[in-house]
């Protein structure tokens, strides 16, 4: 009993210490992104705070509606989670996107609990942000259409790419010790479904790749469109300087 809760805790702190990281990433890349355009004001500020509250509880509620893909196991479902996500990130940069990303997690846990020790909370948070980071990096210092649609695609492919990684080397792995599985069964679902899965990398591969790419152009492509429609009331609450996406 003792060994399990240790292994929750440090896990747990694992996961603190990822979200800190990727928070120090974005920072970075947007201190430098300000620096260009000649802001010298804080990069986070009351307005942005409430829209991250306001976008994080939004997207609390949208991961609880997940829907089943036919070529992954059920313990892999598509949700919309990551589109308030992405539309915050755009309008007010990459440190308010991972902030909303985590405010949605935790605000998930405290409402809902983990049915999976955590790990699903983990992985939604590192392939979001996977999404959410080079999108809006890309975007920040390209703040046209022209600047999101590639930003989009890179952070679709990145999603894609880390997504299969993150589960093959790390998440899998976890999720079958946390339980006290054997790693074959896990594979043995994939195998279930398509008998191309043989072991872990061809399950990230066949089931994991799949999934994060169908994810990240169904939401980079409504984040797309629905961002000039939200942009008008974003921009009046937000104090940094906005580009028009539409140029």
Same mark, same amino acid.
């Given at each position: 009993?003792?060994?399990?809760?240790?292994?929750?805790?440090?896990?747990?702190?694992?996961?603190?210490?990822?979200? #800190?990281? =990727?928070?120090?990433?974005?920072?970075? #890349?947007?201190?430098?992104?300000?620096? +260009?355009?000649?802001?010298?004001?804080?990069?986070?500020?009351? &307005?942005?705070?409430?829209?991250?509250?306001?976008? $994080?509880?939004?997207?609390?509620?949208?991961?609880?509606?997940?829907? @089943?893909?036919?070529?992954?196991?059920?313990?892999?479902?598509?949700?919309?989670?990551?589109?308030?996500?992405?539309?915050?990130?755009?309008?007010?940069?990459?440190?308010?996107?991972?902030?909303?990303?985590?405010? +949605?997690?935790?605000?998930?846990?405290?409402?809902?609990?983990?049915?999976?020790?955590?790990?699903?909370?983990?992985?939604?948070?590192?392939?979001?942000?996977?999404?959410?980071?080079?999108?809006?990096?890309?975007?920040?210092?390209? +703040?046209?259409? +022209?600047?999101?649609?590639?930003?989009?695609?890179?952070g679709t492919i990145?999603?894609?790419? #880390?997504?299969?990684?993150?589960?093959?080397?790390?998440?899998?792995?976890?999720?079958? &010790?946390?339980? $006290?599985?054997?790693?074959?069964?896990?594979?043995?679902?994939?195998?279930?479904?398509?008998?191309?899965?043989?072991?872990?990398? =061809?399950?990230?591969?066949?089931?994991?790749?799949?999934?994060?790419?169908?994810?990240?152009?169904?939401?980079? =492509?409504l984040t797309i469109?629905?961002?000039?429609k939200f942009s @008008?009331?974003?921009?009046?609450?937000?104090?940094?300087?906005?580009?028009? =996406?539409?140029?």
């Open positions: 009993m003792l060994k399990t809760v240790l292994e929750n805790l440090v896990f747990v702190a694992e996961f603190l210490g990822i979200v #800190f990281a =990727t928070f120090v990433v974005a920072y970075l #890349f947007e201190k430098v992104a300000n620096k +260009k355009a000649g802001y010298t004001g804080p990069i986070i500020t009351t &307005q942005k705070i409430a829209m991250i509250g306001l976008f $994080g509880a939004i997207s609390t509620i949208l991961m609880m509606f997940e829907f @089943p893909v036919p070529f992954a196991p059920t313990f892999y479902k598509l949700d919309f989670s990551e589109l308030p996500v992405m539309i915050v990130t755009f309008a007010f940069g990459p440190v308010a996107g991972i902030l909303t990303e985590f405010i +949605k997690i935790l605000l998930k846990v405290m409402f809902r609990s983990t049915s999976t020790a955590f790990v699903g909370e983990l992985a939604n948070f590192c392939v979001g942000a996977a999404l959410i980071l080079p999108s809006s990096i890309i975007y920040i210092f390209n +703040k046209t259409r +022209k600047g999101a649609l590639i930003g989009s695609v890179a990145t999603m894609a790419v #880390f997504g299969s990684l993150f589960n093959a080397v790390y998440l899998l792995p976890k999720f079958a &010790q946390m339980y $006290g599985m054997d790693l074959s069964a896990l594979v043995g679902m994939g195998s279930a479904i398509n008998p191309a899965v043989t072991n872990v990398q =061809t399950f990230a591969l066949m089931i994991v790749v799949p999934l994060n790419l169908l994810k990240g152009a169904m939401v980079s =492509t469109v629905l961002y000039k @008008p009331i974003l921009k009046q609450s937000n104090t940094f300087r906005e580009v028009n =996406t539409a140029k």
